[in-house]
């Protein structure tokens, strides 16, 4: 049996797909209305009942073991909450729905600070959020992690100049300070506690959330860090046959070239904020050169059934998309070339059809061929994020046309 968990308005029961033949706002209040549900999804089948934590999956299984943390210890232990990062999911889709909805700030302050604050750990200094919770045996603290959280406060600073957010951003850059050194020309390391490598997934946005802040206060000194770990990404870890990033460097300077959707796409983003801040066009080149190859090597041709062809997002790691979405339409804003947005776009309206449960869940892949019996947190949330971020995309677009 169907479960009608979400019941729709118009606006979104009348776009199969987003078309030019629909109004910006309709489409804007579609993918808000779209994010929404999305979030309600997680608290109806991930919350649970003593706190505003949220379970890692959907089924919840206690012996889950998570395959991204660097202690293989901490890793095999069983967890009744979520790690993190997939935590950290809400955080990002609640901010992006506040930029069209500021009145879903009721829910971040509710649920999402709440729940994000059970993290924090003042145990060890600088304070930073631990990757898993400060009340349980110490965890691994991740400068990636923290990052990402940093951005997230900073765009909530810039939207509401509520100086909690901006505090707290502040708070967590002097964390991701203290991992950065000399070795291997500068760069911020990936983990506190496992400091092997340093990585494009904490440099990448590292200069993304140097850059906002900047923009937050004016401080030149964000300025001069947001554009050194740029060159020093740029220079150490971009593949110079396709402006595409590899994953990190060892200290012994071995790379591993993995390439990932949310390392490129911080990249883009990084660069147009460059050339957003300081007008210079070299910033604005690389940018399109990394979404053009990001085109190319992260979206795959799809046919619908009524047999129209398009681009879509490859099935993989969600989250990874939504970060680098982010990195399109920081692009998209400066140079309005729309490519990269509607295949954004018709990926989440595919992804809608065909991917989505009856409990209102997302599969790993926006077409729909491939399902996951188990559902992810953090896929959850990045489809809440990217289709609020495709709303903030209307809204920008309405405004601009005004």
């Not at 033949?21 to 209040?29: E, I």
């Not at 060159?231 to 200290?251: A, K, P």
Request: hydrophobic letters at 35%.
């Amino acid at each position: 049996m169907k479960l009608n968990l979400f019941p729709l308005g118009p606006a979104l029961c009348a776009l199969a797909v987003a078309s030019c033949s629909a109004g910006t706002a309709d489409l804007q209040d579609a993918y808000l209305e779209k994010a929404e549900a999305t979030m309600q999804a997680i608290y109806t089948f991930y919350s649970v009942e003593e706190n505003c934590l949220l379970r890692e999956n959907y089924p919840f299984d206690d012996g889950y073991k998570a395959g991204y943390l660097a202690s293989e210890e901490q890793a095999s232990r069983p967890n009744p909450y979520s790690y993190l990062w997939p935590f950290s999911g809400t955080l990002s889709a609640a901010a992006a729905i506040m930029e069209s909805d500021p009145s879903y700030e009721d829910t971040l302050t509710r649920r999402v600070l709440p729940g994000l604050q059970e993290y924090y750990d003042t145990v060890r200094e600088p304070a930073a959020y631990s990757s898993y919770i400060s009340s349980a045996p110490l965890s691994d603290r991740f400068y990636d992690d923290n990052v990402w959280l940093g951005i997230d406060f900073t765009d909530l600073y810039l939207m509401t100049e509520s100086k909690q957010y901006l505090d707290k951003a502040e708070l967590i850059w002097k964390f991701i300070e203290s991992g950065m050194d000399d070795r291997l020309g500068g760069g911020i390391y990936w983990c506190e506690q496992k400091k092997g490598s340093k990585n494009t997934c904490s440099n990448a946005p590292g200069s993304v959330f140097a850059l906002k802040l900047y923009k937050a206060t004016g401080n030149q000194h964000y300025l001069d860090q947001g554009k050194a770990l740029y060159e020093w990404t740029r220079n150490t870890l971009m593949d110079s046959t396709d402006f595409l990033y590899f994953d990190n460097i060892s200290l012994t300077g071995r790379i591993q070239t993995w390439k990932f959707a949310y390392n490129s796409g911080q990249m883009i983003q990084a660069g147009a904020l460059l050339y957003g801040i300081t007008g210079d066009e070299s910033y604005l080149t690389e940018a399109r050169r990394t979404a053009e190859s990001c085109y190319d090597y992260f979206f795959e041709e799809y046919t619908s059934e009524d047999g129209t062809s398009f681009r879509i997002l490859k099935s993989g790691n969600t989250w990874f998309n939504a970060v680098m979405v982010r990195g399109l339409a920081e692009l998209y804003k400066v140079d309005g070339n729309r490519t990269y947005i509607d295949a954004v776009m018709k990926s989440l309206e595919t992804a809608w059809e065909k991917s989505r449960t009856e409990e209102g869940l997302f599969n790993d892949d926006c077409s729909g061929r491939k399902t996951n019996e188990t559902k992810w947190l953090l896929v959850q949330g990045a489809m809440a994020e990217m289709y609020a971020r495709m709303a903030g995309i209307c809204a920008y677009d309405e405004n601009r046309n005004r």
